[in-house]
């Protein structure tokens, strides 16, 4: 076992990092690991479906809040989950590509583990539940949107009992964020190149069609044009949504300007300039006759917030005890045991008193 950070990296070295697969041979490197970290986020970012949440947003700024999640949330993340990932191999026997999240949460972190999965998957999987509920009421409109929401999340969680989707989820989140990253492509042509070169914005909706024919065949010739370059191996699938995000945008603009977006519509202009002052003039109204947060100052909250960062620092330094105070395999043994007890203890400490906390700071009725 290690008894420092250099020898920590040694190890990771030869037996985590090696450059070599399970099959024995060269796997991806850094390159295809930043791929992949954009990859897996097409889906949200690129397809603009996380646009269904942030219109909630009450500033631009909070838009931000994607990049940074993205980038080094999911930097740490994957390095986390990859040495996770390596230790439970070694423990079990087996190759990683034969583990599935339950064998890494448990061998890793114990009992905790499991409750860190189930709360990481929830928290993930609702806001993806609640934009698929929405895009679904949109096709079976005569049913509620809460109704909708379940048969889909029912459906989806028999499809995640199936072991292919975690063990193919790397191709799956890339070809799905594949599906939707040409909608995200047309979208940011539409607002962002347009006004710049002279097209005019909402065109599709100034002339009353029912369905923008240039939008639908952009999006077809792009998933052609993605999955084409896979289909020949042009790439690695990890980059494929940055070159047909460009195609579909060329394709859309080129089209679009066929189709009527290079016409003036002054009065359908006009009128969109009108409605979107009502819009703004109401929600400014409204503003006034809503309640104003009150900042959470009370000595309840300040212990809850206390108590759950000490969790976080006992769970630390237990971990720091297992890794880096194990001077032979009994001791190991014994250190992880204790970790494992304690830390599933603080684990459920730290998300019941964390969320308790941020429950009495939405709370409008404090006491």
């Known amino acids: 076992l290690p008894s420092g950070w250099n020898e920590l990296i040694s190890l990771g070295d030869k037996s985590i990092w090696t450059g070599i697969n399970s ?12 791929g992949f970290a954009w990859a897996a986020n097409t889906i949200t970012h690129f397809g603009l479906i996380d646009m269904a949440l942030l219109r909630f947003a009450k500033k631009k700024s909070y838009g931000l809040a994607t990049s940074t999640g993205m980038m080094f949330g999911h930097f740490v993340a994957w390095i986390a989950a990859g040495i996770m990932g390596a230790g439970a191999a070694v423990i079990i026997g087996k190759t990683i590509v034969e583990l599935d999240p339950g064998d890494v949460a448990f061998y890793a972190l114990g009992w905790s583990g499991f409750v860190i999965v189930i709360v990481a998957g929830w928290t ?28 889909v999340g029912l459906i989806t969680i028999a499809i995640a009992c199936f072991p292919f989707v975690f063990s193919q989820i790397l191709p799956l989140l890339t070809y799905a964020g594949l599906l939707v990253v040409p909608v995200g492509a047309i ?20 002339r009353n069609l029912t369905f923008s024919t240039p939008a639908i065949v952009s999006w077809g010739l792009g998933l052609v044009f993605g999955f084409g370059l896979n289909a020949f191996n042009v790439m690695s699938f990890f980059y494929l949504f940055i070159p047909t995000w ?7 603009t ?37 309640t104003k947060p009150v900042k959470d100052t009370t000595l309840f909250t300040k212990i809850l917030k206390v108590v759950s960062l000490i969790a976080l620092i006992i769970t630390l330094i237990l971990a ?20 494992y007890y304690y830390a599933f203890i603080c684990t459920v400490v730290y998300f019941v008193t964390a969320y308790a906390a941020l429950l009495r700071g939405k709370s409008k009725n404090i006491s």
């Open 246 to 252: 460009i195609f579909t945008i060329i394709i859309y």
């Open 254 to 290: 080129v089209l679009a300007g066929k189709f009527g977006a290079k016409n003036k519509y002054p009065e359908e202009k006009e009128k969109e300039r009108l409605r979107n002052e009502k819009i703004i003039s109401y929600q400014e109204e409204k503003s006034l006759t809503e």
């Open 187 to 206: 979208v940011f042509a539409e607002h962002q190149i347009f006004p710049k070169i002279g097209y005019t914005r909402y065109w599709s909706a100034y």
């Open 124 to 151: 993930t999987a609702i806001t993806n539940l609640y934009r698929a509920g929405l895009a679904a009421q949109a096709i079976f409109h005569r049913h509620s949107r809460k109704k909708t929401t379940i048969i």
């Open 320 to 339: 720091g005890i297992v890794l880096f105070s194990s001077a032979n395999e009994n001791i190991y043994i014994e250190n992880r045991e204790t970790f």
């Open 23 to 34: 099959a024995g041979e060269p796997g991806i490197g850094l390159l295809e690991v930043i």
